[in-house]
């Protein structure tokens, strides 16, 4: 193929008497003349070639037939009010809604829709007031993080003068009087934007006055990447601040309103493990903890206690990892993972056992949020063949009932799930979901794709997938590993992929490769590798080190220069909690070991690649994918197409609406239709 020009700079950099070669430099800085054009030539190369497949128009025409239906988003309680998102099925941005009640009448609150003429500007996140009278809700344009704020008046459906910027990361906390809330913002640089190169600072929003009157209540000064965050308890007296750098361990700080006191009291102080707040009984506070547990507890602190540390295990360590815990209606509701698989106990709020919540099936429920005098709460659940559903939950009889369920125009009992349990390199035993037809025969021929993730405790469970069902429908098995890095078995399990024992991902990833072709579900060429972000790392990862195990990989926004990666910003800098940083001579040499930039060898023949990113994408920087990209087109010793798609209009992903959902999607399985050999 005749890929664009991309010159070959001379940067070499010394890593601890190491020198390390980085020709592609100069595409780091992703807003020059050069790299304009570089985007759209490559453009030009791949979206022809994508298109040129003869299935193309008809995958996509499938897309969209699939992806009109109806679905909910589970229901935000406030006041008397319920706040839920919508979407009638081929709409680009979900609808937010309000009704009085959960069986009464809803109207729109806010429609995203109506912000740009192409859908791009989404609805990041909405807060209620604790009164329902105000809604506080962020937008992004075009995929960055970095966030706008606004309140609606909920009666009128108008928004207030009010407007934050300089945000990204944060929620907002309202006052109890209904008339401010509490947020973290970064300062604001010479060029009039927020400066993430900074940390945040908590700052109090009074309705009606300019963000430049903002009283800032907290900043960390004895520390350069600590950030704080702020939560207001439910009763108004406490502001928690909850204090982040990196992803393995957190501080928990809070004032005493009720005093008037402006001292700032570390109550978790000591980076030994993570310390989510769940809510307070007066001075007594809730928290969901690893610490002495890697699998996750439930611990109360009195914060009035005399002596000792006034600590109280209230859900003691289990087998089953606890992913999630909230107090709401007296209770504690903990969501647990077993194989991957969502559990969820009800607890009294002193530690009792109470109750199991009976799912519909073997899969993923989420939610259960909501206030200590509660008496309902609500949460969602799916798997691989069903699609997200909401229920009720009675918080005094102990049942559930629907609230919502999805339709689809598909029949997907013909699709059987199973988890399969296979041995990484090191014996390390790795489960594994199979989702594909009933039919499926075990000859080898089966196009598979393995999709991967394993980073930042992010565990991979069951979820129904619109653009899955179409890769079933074409014959396709889906694969997905539960790799070390990830919360499937807890905080040991996410410690044992990170750091200077990333490479154990990697490995586990190559393994399950390796499993599905020992075991007849497909062959190197027809098996294809999938991931985003981390993910992308982890497709990069593979195919550098074992290019002749597959037959085609998509790397998506991948974190792919691991030595220069802290670079891009003070947020990306936070990722070294799982990473480590090529400043340090031990993780340098890790880093180094795998750099997908980095391991890239000239004549050697490397699958078919599609490398798609955004040149919005803020979170992880375009030029790892601009540099990954250049250096497979230079290095690559035979036919096999290296193709570079970048959207123009889009960031890390959120907030993409639908219609660049689905021609990504479509562009993704006419990539593999034509290199897999399936047209």
């Known amino acids: 193929m005749n890929y664009p020009s991309a010159v070959r700079g001379d940067q070499l950099d010394d890593y601890h008497g190491v020198g390390v070669a980085d020709p592609y430099r100069w595409m780091e800085a992703v807003d020059s003349e050069e790299i304009r054009r570089w985007v759209e030539q490559q453009n030009a190369l791949a979206q022809p070639y994508l298109e040129s497949v003869a299935r193309h128009e008809s995958i996509k025409n499938r897309l969209t037939e699939l992806w009109n239906y109806e679905r909910f988003s589970v229901p935000v309680k406030e006041g008397e009010r319920y706040f839920f998102e919508r979407n009638d099925g081929l709409q680009d941005q979900s609808v937010l809604y309000v009704s009085e009640g959960p069986e009464q009448t809803s109207r729109v609150l806010v429609d995203p829709n109506s912000f740009s003429w ?36 909920v009666n009128t459906g108008e928004d207030l003068k009010d407007e934050l910027r300089n945000t990204k990361f944060t929620s907002v906390s309202w006052n109890r009087d209904n008339q401010g809330f ?54 108004g007296r406490y502001l928690i601040i909850r204090v982040s750098d990196g992803f393995n361990t957190n501080g928990i700080y809070y004032l005493d309103l009720q005093l008037g006191s402006t001292k700032v009291i570390h109550l978790f102080d000591a980076w030994d493990a993570l310390y989510t707040f769940l809510g307070n009984h007066g001075p007594l506070f809730f928290f969901q903890t690893t610490r002495d547990a890697p699998n996750g507890r439930v611990i109360a602190v009195d914060t009035d206690a005399r002596s000792g540390d006034g600590l109280k295990e209230i859900v003691p360590e289990g087998e089953q990892v606890l992913e999630v815990a909230t107090l709401v209606g007296g209770r504690i509701i903990a969501q647990y993972l077993e194989h991957a698989q969502s559990v969820v106990k009800v607890f009294g709020i002193g530690g009792t056992f109470e109750a199991s919540v009976a799912l519909p099936g073997v899969g993923t429920a989420e939610g259960f949020a909501g206030h200590l005098d509660d008496a309902e709460t609500f949460y969602s659940y799916t798997d691989f063949t069903t699609p997200v559903a909401v229920y009720r939950y009675d918080l005094e009889t102990g049942t559930s009932s629907l609230f919502k369920k999805a339709t689809v125009p598909l029949d997907t009992s013909i699709f059987v799930t199973k988890q399969v349990f296979f041995e990484s390199q090191d014996g390390t035993r790795i489960p594994m979901f199979l989702v594909h037809h009933e039919d499926a025969a075990l000859d080898g021929q089966n196009p598979t794709l393995l999709y991967g993730y394993g980073g930042f405790s992010v565990a991979l469970t069951p979820q129904y997938r619109t653009d899955w069902m179409v890769w079933l429908e074409l014959g396709g098995v889906l694969a997905m590993p539960n790799l070390r890095g990830g919360s499937e078995y807890g905080e040991a399990w996410h410690l044992a992929g990170t750091k200077l024992q990333k490479q154990n991902v990697f490995d586990d990833f190559i393994a399950a490769a390796e499993w599905l072709i020992q075991r007849g579900y497909t062959s190197p060429k027809k098996l294809a590798i999938q991931g985003r972000s981390n993910g992308g790392l982890l497709v990069g990862a593979a195919m550098t080190q074992r290019p002749e195990l597959f037959g085609a990989t998509l790397p998506a926004v991948g974190v792919l220069d691991m030595l220069r990666y802290h670079t891009a910003s003070a947020n990306a800098r936070q990722w070294s909690s799982d ?56 290095a690559q010793g035979c036919a096999n197409p290296i193709i570079v798609r970048i959207e123009t209009r889009a960031g890390h992903g959120a907030g993409k609406p639908t219609w660049m959902r689905i021609e990504d999607v479509a562009n993704h399985w006419a990539f593999l239709i034509r290199v897999l050999g399936l047209d």
């Open 579 to 634: 990473y480590g940083l090529s400043e340090q001579a031990e993780e340098f040499k890790a880093l180094y070991a795998y750099s997908p930039y980095h391991n890239v060898s000239q004549g050697t023949c490397y699958p078919p690649t599609l490398i798609t990113t955004g040149d919005h994408d803020d979170r992880v920087v375009p030029w790892h994918s601009y540099k990954f990209g250049a250096a497979l087109q230079a």
């Open 182 to 235: 509490y947020y973290s913002r970064y300062p604001q640089g010479p060029d009039g934007k927020g400066d993430d190169s900074k940390q945040v600072s908590i700052h109090f929003h009074r309705l009606g006055n300019p963000q430049e009157e903002d009283l800032q209540v907290f900043s960390i000064t004895d520390h350069p990447t600590r950030n704080p965050y702020p939560e207001l308890t439910q009763d």
């Open 118 to 153: 192409d859908a791009t500007i989404s609805l990041s996140q909405f807060i209620p007031s604790p009164d329902a009278s105000k809604l506080a809700y962020s937008v992004s344009d075009g995929g960055t993080d970095w966030d706008i704020w606004r309140v609606r008046d």
